[in-house]
């Protein structure tokens, strides 16, 4: 059973150090090398939402990081995915896990650390400076009418 609670805080209040950070990837569609939907047996073929849904995953953006055993278990999900549209509800949970693990919403790429950019962006994303803090004392002073310093 999947242990629950809250998705990794951006100002932790611990001091100790993050194990990992965000991993920033380009905000386009991934062409590159990935593994087609393995032929069935006989006059079968895949259910049209499960080739739909394999076209989905297969052009996510952070596809780019995965390795040879990611993509075979995103094919593995696959065939959860053909089981629950040919009528096997069974396999929901299984495939909620496996989902959650490849990071297909986001929702999942939070938890993981996942965070995409827009190309003109570049890494621009993770080293934005936070904003500006104002001091209260110069804003108490400010409120009460002295303005000298």
Same mark, same amino acid.
């Given at each position: 059973?999947?242990?629950?609670?809250?998705?990794?805080?951006?100002?932790?209040?611990?001091?100790?150090?993050?194990?990992?950070?965000?991993?920033?990837?380009?905000?386009?569609?991934?062409?590159? %090398?990935?593994? @087609?939907?393995?032929?069935?047996?006989?006059?079968?073929?895949?259910?049209?939402?499960?080739?739909?849904?394999?076209?989905?995953?297969?052009?996510?953006?952070?596809?780019?990081?995965?390795? !040879?055993?990611?993509?075979?278990?995103?094919? @593995?999900?696959?065939?959860?995915?053909?089981?629950?549209?040919?009528?096997?509800?069974?396999?929901?949970?299984?495939?909620?896990?496996?989902?959650?693990?490849?990071?297909?919403? %986001? @929702?999942?790429?939070?938890?993981?650390?996942?965070?995409?950019?827009?190309?003109? !962006?570049? !890494?621009?994303?993770?080293?934005?400076?936070?904003?500006?803090?104002?001091?209260?004392? @110069?804003?108490?002073?400010?409120?009460?009418?002295?303005?000298?310093?």
């Amino acid at each position: 059973m999947p242990l629950s609670g809250r998705t990794p805080s951006a100002n932790p209040r611990n001091r100790n150090p993050r194990a990992y950070d965000w991993t920033t990837v380009e905000n386009a569609a991934y062409e590159g %090398h990935s593994p @087609e939907l393995p032929a069935k047996g006989g006059r079968q073929r895949w259910h049209r939402e499960t080739r739909a849904w394999w076209e989905a995953v297969r052009a996510m953006p952070h596809c780019r990081l995965w390795t !040879d055993t990611d993509w075979r278990f995103a094919l @593995e999900t696959a065939v959860l995915v053909e089981a629950f549209w040919r009528d096997q509800p069974s396999v929901a949970a299984e495939l909620r896990l496996r989902s959650a693990k490849l990071g297909l919403t %986001h @929702e999942d790429r939070l938890k993981l650390r996942i965070r995409y950019a827009d190309p003109q !962006d570049g !890494d621009q994303v993770a080293a934005q400076a936070p904003a500006a803090v104002t001091r209260l004392d @110069e804003r108490r002073r400010r409120l009460a009418g002295d303005d000298a310093p």
